[in-house]
């Protein structure tokens, strides 16, 4: 089983990228499918990003698309997500989650459909 410790938030002026990283323990890490999650304060946690097991294929959030980028690599262990052009509505605890799956190309957007969850980098993002 893999523990996953997320990295690289901070805090940024609107505009600004960041690029978050999350390693993951353990020598299975290419068995799972991966997310990228977010939560503000007061709100649910929101899907940002997941990425297939193998094929590469990804999937966004609609408030994400164009601007957050989400990629991995398996010889390494870690998974990224780059934000670029970050907006104040940014602003959130990132998590990353995992989830071992035998389908490789398949990617998984509900939160509920990850049993393996990050401790959470805070980024901030000033107007």
């Known amino acids: 089983q893999v523990q996953l410790v997320e990295s690289g938030g901070g805090s940024v002026q609107a505009g600004d990228s960041l690029r978050l990283s999350c390693a993951s323990s353990?020598?299975?890490?290419?068995?799972?499918?991966m997310g990228w999650f977010r939560q503000a304060p007061g709100k649910e946690r929101e899907f940002v990003a997941a990425?297939?097991?193998?094929?590469?294929?990804?999937d966004y959030g609609d408030s994400v698309k164009g601007r957050f980028s989400i990629s991995r690599d398996n010889a390494k262990n870690t998974v990224y997500l780059q934000m670029n052009t970050l907006k104040p509505e940014d602003t959130a605890v990132y998590y990353c989650?995992?989830?071992?799956?035998?389908?490789?190309?398949?990617?998984?957007?509900?939160?509920?459909?990850?049993?393996?969850w990050g401790q959470g980098t805070q980024v901030t993002v000033y107007s």
């Open positions: 353990g020598r299975t890490f290419s068995s799972y499918a």
């Open positions: 989650a995992a989830r071992a799956t035998y389908d490789g190309t398949f990617t998984y957007s509900r939160a509920t459909e990850y049993p393996l």
């Open positions: 990425i297939s097991r193998s094929d590469g294929r990804t």
